[in-house]
């Protein structure tokens, strides 16, 4: 059973930076594409950016393109979410979710696999 755990969360100040990690265990993420999701209180939940399992294929929100950078490490069996220049509307519950094919994609409903989040506030 894959389970993901998020960690790098925190409150930083507008312009900021935060560097997020998923950490995988149970299995190896080589072959799953991995993505990034966000949820603000009464909003739904966004996709953020999303990996191959390769990492030769990204692709991101367009609110945070140019900002965040998305990477991931197979030999730690760990996915990164490097974000600067935050805002304030960054703020939230911010997940990682691995899905069973390897084609990077920003559809949650492929995803079967959720960690339980780590929370982002940015302070203005």
């Known amino acids: 059973q894959l389970q993901l755990v998020e960690s790098g969360g925190g409150l930083v100040q507008s312009g900021g930076s935060l560097r997020l990690s998923c950490a995988a265990s149970g299995r190896t993420l080589d072959y799953s594409a991995i993505g990034w999701f966000r949820q603000a209180p009464g909003k739904e939940r966004e996709g953020v950016s999303c990996i191959s399992g390769t990492g030769s294929s990204t692709n991101y929100g367009d609110s945070v393109k140019g900002r965040f950078t998305i990477s991931r490490d197979n030999a730690k069996n760990t996915v990164y979410l490097q974000m600067n220049s935050l805002k304030p509307e960054d703020t939230a519950v911010y997940y990682c979710?691995?899905?069973?094919?390897?084609?990077?994609?920003?559809?949650?409903?492929?995803?079967?696999?959720w960690g339980q989040g780590t929370q982002v506030t940015v302070s203005s």
């Open positions: 979710a691995a899905a069973p094919a390897s084609i990077a994609t920003m559809n949650r409903y492929e995803y079967t696999y």
